[in-house]
């Protein structure tokens, strides 16, 4: 009996809090409806003023101040990507951009876009990285991002020479940290006969592949999100890629961070028409 009271007591205890919860869930509502309303103003001021949306300096300015007045538990980390979507419909709301990215689908320049633009641009994807500066070029996407440096492999030399046959403008530099994980239908390695990925991804992962899945066979795709597509339909085989990736094309992660060296990152720039502000 007093067990049952016990729990009774907790479990009203529980509705209490998630009750205000869900008052404070409404306020950020109602606060974040009235932020993009003065959005919407500026927009309109920006549009009379012959200004572009996208302002680098006024948005990086804005995530340092938050970061600086922010007393916890909310991690640096979860900061950024709740005001990068809160930013992304505030842009959103004054102009509809698309962003072209070098696909499929779940490739890491795709994830780094998401992760400076937010979810609710419009992202198109492209073949290669001349088609990216091109779609941007001829106004078909307002801004595109490619890789230009990883911190492994060195520069993308590919990258820094199509700026040369190029007018558009380095917006903004992101750096995204690569980690690999092995994704299969099933999320058992030990089944595993054959392994899709890109060059590099081999190439980063290849001691693990050596000591973990040695008799694999290793087929090289154009990106690792291809990779991913690729193991969806094949239930004996496997790929190297992100984990955002096992969402997107429906497979498991058999494995997580198998990469040699932990520290890897990769420089993004997002290029476009606009002259950006100094940061």
């Known amino acids: 009996m007093k067990r049952k009271i016990k729990n009774a007591a907790a479990e009203e205890g529980i509705n209490d809090l998630r009750h205000s919860i869900d008052e404070i869930d409404e306020k950020i509502l109602a606060l974040i409806n009235k932020r993009l309303l003065l959005a919407k103003e500026i927009g309109r001021v920006k549009a009379e003023k012959g200004n572009r949306v996208l302002d680098i300096a006024r948005e990086s300015t804005l995530i340092q101040r938050l970061n600086s007045i922010n007393e916890g538990p909310l991690s640096k980390s979860a900061l950024h990507h709740v005001f990068a979507e809160i930013i992304a419909a505030s842009r959103e709301i004054q102009k509809n951009h698309s962003v072209a990215y070098l696909g499929p689908e779940a490739t890491f320049t795709h994830i780094a876009a998401i992760n400076y633009f937010g979810q ?150 997002v290029v476009g028409k606009d002259d950006i502000k100094k940061t």
């Open 120 to 269: 609710s641009v419009n992202y198109i994807s492209q073949m290669t990285i001349r088609d990216i500066f091109c779609e941007v070029e001829k106004g078909a996407c307002h801004y595109g991002v490619v890789p230009v440096e990883n911190s492994i492999e060195g520069s993308v030399n590919y990258t820094l020479d199509l700026f040369f046959e190029s007018d558009l403008k380095i917006c903004a530099e992101l750096y995204h940290p690569i980690s690999h994980d092995l994704l299969a239908k099933s999320g058992a390695s030990d089944e595993i006969e054959t392994i899709f990925s890109h060059p590099q991804a081999f190439a980063q992962c290849r001691k693990w592949i050596q000591k973990n899945l040695p008799r694999s066979v290793l087929v090289e795709c154009d990106s690792t999100a291809h990779a991913a597509r690729k193991a969806s339909g094949d239930p004996k085989s496997a790929a190297i890629a992100s984990s955002k990736a096992a969402h997107i094309y429906n497979l498991q992660v058999a494995a997580s961070k198998i990469e040699d060296v932990s520290r890897n990152t990769t420089r993004f720039l």
